[in-house]
């Protein structure tokens, strides 16, 4: 059986969603929709010059347009949201009135949160709205479950994850690979962790820990950042002491992204210098991005769970680690695969009626033996250990 597939946006992790759809999700057509009709058409021709086929269309639209994205999703199997997270509750709104299956590469826990209760209504009309997809949050998470199903009675679960540059620069030791505000939104608000098995607030860019990975990345610094555990700590209240989320970066980064938050750059008040006004966190996305910004990005991305607890009464531990490269044959970054090809598995098995109907945490969406397989298809290694 084939399927019809809409993608909301046509940057980067779109059109890695549909490259993957076009190989491995059945797809008879697959639409890009963007707000640039020209990037739109781009991408489309690169994916079916890319599997050898016309798959792929390119077409105009405006996310805020409630009524034209229910138009766009009329006979569509599932639908992708690859847009920023504040455009998600009006797709959401609009696919399940037209009962279409919607993933979205969410980031933003409380408008996920508000999706998930928003999604109670599609449970009737037989379709899955799964918020938070891609490599975090998403794969980090399904990676974490998958070391948790090792153990007999978890009570601590870790996750590291990051998107690296190759050759790190000093002083910044990064390359953006996504939209600068997110990365911002990261660094800036609270993460919510479990600590003594309840919900807790901790300040980003605070605990850093080194962690030492295998050739070629060395030792590396994991820091506290916000949205990389999507609904997890609730999802996981009472079942586990401890829960953890951290992102990766190169030794040297922290500090220095620390001294930019405390200086205040990362504020949305506006604040006066001289006799104009300035918002703070755009001044500093001026200039900071042009620093972080490469025409071409060589990546490797990883993630590490570790989960500990006792099996057969004995302390026992579990990791479970993915580690990727940019792909020279195609041109997509490691976080492009690990992002894009993430949710469109997702939109995939949604499309094959494969997950449960409703408002679904990804946790839910991808376990076991068909995470081992969907990564296996991928050329995905995952290593796990036992202690």
């Known amino acids: 059986m084939s399927y019809r597939y809409a993608i909301l946006g046509a940057g980067r992790q779109g059109v890695s969603a549909a490259y993957d759809l076009a190989r491995f999700g059945d797809a008879e057509e697959i639409i890009l929709y963007d707000l640039g009709w020209s990037s739109a058409s781009s991408a489309a021709e690169k994916i079916n010059q ?12 405006d996310v ?29 709104e609009a696919a399940v009135d037209t009962g279409t299956n919607l993933c979205d590469l969410g980031g933003h826990t409380s408008t996920s949160r508000e999706i998930l209760m928003l999604g109670e209504s599609a449970a009737g009309k037989g379709v ?60 800036h608000a609270d993460a919510s962790f479990l600590r003594e098995g309840k919900v807790t607030p901790v300040p980003c860019l605070t605990e850093l820990e080194a962690l030492t990975f295998d050739s070629p990345l060395g030792t590396l610094e994991a820091a506290v950042t916000s949205g990389g555990l999507s609904t997890l700590p609730w999802v996981l209240q009472g079942k586990l002491k401890k829960l953890e989320n951290k992102t990766l970066r190169y030794p040297g980064h922290w500090q220095t992204f620390e001294a930019y938050k405390r200086l205040g750059l990362f504020e949305l008040e506006t604040v006066e210098v001289g006799n104009t006004k300035i918002v703070p966190r755009e001044f500093f996305h001026t ?52 992002t894009g090809w993430h949710i469109s598995i997702v939109a995939h098995l949604a499309a094959r009626g494969e997950l449960p109907s409703g408002p679904l945490t990804v946790d839910k969406v991808l376990t076991g033996k068909v995470l081992e397989e969907e ?13």
């Not at 766009?72 to 199997?77: K, P, S």
């Not at 042009?290 to 099996?311: F, H, L, Q, W, Y």
């Open 375 to 387: 990564c296996a298809k991928r050329g995905w290694n995952l290593k796990i250990s036992h202690s």
């Open 50 to 61: 890319l599997v050898g086929r016309k798959i792929a269309e390119g077409k105009f639209l």
């Open 287 to 338: 200039l900071l991005e042009p620093k972080i910004t490469t025409k071409e990005v060589r990546d490797i991305a990883v993630i590490r769970t570790k989960c500990s607890g006792i099996n057969s009464g004995k302390p026992a531990s579990c990791t479970v680690e993915l580690i990727d490269i940019i792909d020279d044959h195609t041109g997509f970054t490691a976080l492009e695969k690990l």
């Open 64 to 92: 805020r347009d409630g009524e034209e994205v229910k138009k766009a999703f009329f006979g569509i199997d599932s639908a992708i949201s690859a847009v920023p997270y504040l455009y998600n509750l009006t797709i959401t």
């Open 128 to 187: 899955s709205i799964i918020p938070d997809c891609g490599m975090a949050p998403g794969l980090n998470i399904n990676l974490g479950i998958h070391a948790m199903s090792f153990i007999e009675e978890p009570e601590e679960l870790f996750i590291w994850d990051g998107g690296l540059p190759q050759n790190p620069v000093p002083p910044w030791n990064y390359v953006s690979t996504f939209h600068i505000n997110g990365l911002t939104n990261e660094y």
